[in-house]
Structure formats: structure tokens, C-alpha cells
């Protein structure tokens, strides 16, 4: 439960997020088991050469809600490292309130797969992202797990 106790420090605001998430500007809004949503504003700071979204950062926010996600369902002595992802552009995107939600499809004993949908403001679907988490125990999980 120390990973799901973390990321509720960090949805009510008692504890940062990861460094990625802060510096791009993206939040924690929502956090049950296996699900999370969140939040990011985006602006001309994060274009690509041809003035829109870059599309890292839509990969930065899907990948940062996957692995929220799944570090919400890890056991105490448990980490994990993502392995693959894919990520659908469904449209493109300028200045926006996005809105991520990942969540876990399955956990299995040492792989998990998860998804996530990224909506604009007006709700309408922008990528939808696929990723597999490997979990790691032992000598492989120290200095991954997070803080207390």
C-alpha cells in the first residue's frame, strides 16, 4: 500500500510528483486502484516544428498515468519498469486542457498491461496509448520504489 499512499500525498497535494510530471505541468486529479486520472495544461512551449503538440509530451502524459496506475496496484516490496508502449495520434492538438486516464487492463504475476485515453476539453478523443510493465522484486526493485 505504500505506493497507492504515495500518490495520494500526491493527489492531495502533501507530496510532489514524479520530476517529469512537475515539469511539464501535469496533475494528479483522480486516483483509485489500478486507475488514475490526469491533468495538463498545454501551451507554444511544448510545439513541435509544425505548430502543434509535440507528440512526446502526449507520449509523456500517457506513459505518466500507465505508470501511476500501476504503481497504485504494487505491493509494498514491489517496482516496476515499463517494457513497451504504443501510442495511437488521434488528432491534433494546440492549446488544450488535456485529460488522461490510465488504468490497468491485467496484472499478472511479473507483466502487467494497461492503457490509456487522452481527451481534450471538449472530450473528444486525442490518443489512446497501450503500455507493458514489468514488475520487479528484490535487488531489481531497490532504488526504483517510491518514496515514503
Not at 6 to 31: F, M, S
Not at 66 to 84: K, N, P, Q, R, W
Not at 102 to 127: F, M, P, R, T, W
Request: charged share 25%; hydrophobic share 40%; net charge negative.
Amino acid at each position: 500500500m505504500k505506493h497507492y499512499n504515495q500518490l495520494n500525498k500526491v493527489l492531495t497535494g502533501d507530496a510532489p510528483g514524479a520530476p517529469i510530471t512537475q515539469l511539464l505541468g501535469i496533475e494528479l486529479v483522480g486516483l483509485e486502484e489500478g486507475r488514475v486520472v490526469m491533468e495538463m495544461e498545454t501551451t507554444e512551449r511544448l510545439y513541435n516544428p509544425m505548430g502543434t503538440l509535440h507528440g512526446g509530451i502526449l507520449c509523456d502524459l500517457s506513459d505518466a498515468a500507465m505508470g501511476y496506475a500501476f504503481a497504485s496496484t504494487l505491493a509494498d516490496d514491489e517496482a516496476f519498469t515499463t517494457v513497451e508502449i504504443k501510442l495511437n495520434f488521434l488528432k491534433p492538438i494546440w492549446k488544450s486542457k488535456l485529460r488522461a486516464v490510465g488504468q490497468v487492463i491485467k496484472k499478472g504475476n511479473s507483466i502487467g498491461l494497461l492503457e490509456c485515453h487522452v481527451y481534450d476539453e471538449k472530450e473528444s478523443l486525442v490518443a489512446h496509448s497501450t503500455s507493458t510493465c514489468m514488475i520487479l522484486r528484490g535487488d531489481k526493485a531497490k532504488g526504483r520504489s517510491t518514496k515514503e
